[in-house]
């Protein structure tokens, strides 16, 4: 069965400091997606990844897929409080399985 | 209106009660799932609908029944269900077209109590 651990569950960060979250995977898949939950809303997407090496970047996040590894990265670059919220790394098709989360907290 | 709308928002009832959670999606895609979101566990994958047919059932108590009539709507049936059931309840879709990596679009959630 397809496994997905997250780490850290928990990040406590300073503003304008950088920190990356880690995705792996237990069995081979060709997509991984990353997602972001605010407290009491939907999950929203933030970055497909379809291949080895595929890097993709929106403002302050970016990540980064290493399908050899099993790993994919989401790294976060001089955070900013409005990056407060719980990120998902999910793999998998129609079976799609979702990490535990990381709940990001970003303090002045 | 557009992308996936889940009714109600938020929904409590009793262990003897019947209850249906309903979900709509505007995008025109072809799969469409259920999900659990509770404190204690990740997010969980209970029913995946593919061109309107049941490709997965992970194991869900025959309590939660899945409806899909057509490739909009997806419903899920309740009845008798425990207080450990209580949780956010999420549907998603998405477009499955062979490799295209296409993310799934979620609905906002029932906040569900059982009580």
């Known amino acids: 069965e397809l496994k997905v651990e997250q780490n850290p569950l928990f990040l406590s960060m300073q503003e304008g400091k950088n920190y990356t979250i880690y995705c792996n995977y237990s069995?081979?898949?060709?997509?991984l997606y990353w997602y972001r939950q605010d407290p009491g809303k939907s999950l929203e997407s933030l970055f497909v990844l379809l291949s080895n090496g595929a890097v993709k970047q929106e403002g302050r996040l970016m990540a980064s897929l290493d399908t050899k590894a099993r790993l994919s990265t989401l790294h976060i670059t001089a955070a900013v409080h409005d990056l407060s919220a719980t990120y998902f790394c999910a793999v998998g098709r129609a079976d799609m399985r979702f990490g535990a989360g990381t709940r990001l907290t970003v303090k002045p | 209106e557009t992308g996936v709308t889940q009714t109600p928002r938020h929904l409590v009832m009793g262990m003897t009660n019947k209850k249906s959670l309903k979900c709509e999606q505007h995008?025109?895609?072809?799969?469409m799932y259920w999900y659990k979101q509770s404190a204690k566990k990740p997010l969980e994958l209970m029913f995946v609908?593919?061109?309107?047919?049941?490709?997965e059932n992970n194991s869900v108590p025959s309590r939660f029944s899945p409806e899909c009539p057509n490739s909009s709507h997806l419903f899920l049936h309740l009845h008798t269900l425990q207080p450990e059931d209580s949780a956010l309840y999420l549907c998603a879709s998405s477009q499955e077209e062979g490799a295209l990596g296409l993310e799934a679009f979620f609905g906002q959630g029932t906040r569900l109590t059982v009580v």
């Open positions: 995008l025109g895609h072809n799969a």
């Open positions: 609908y593919s061109l309107e047919e049941r490709v």
């Open positions: 069995t081979t898949s060709d997509r």
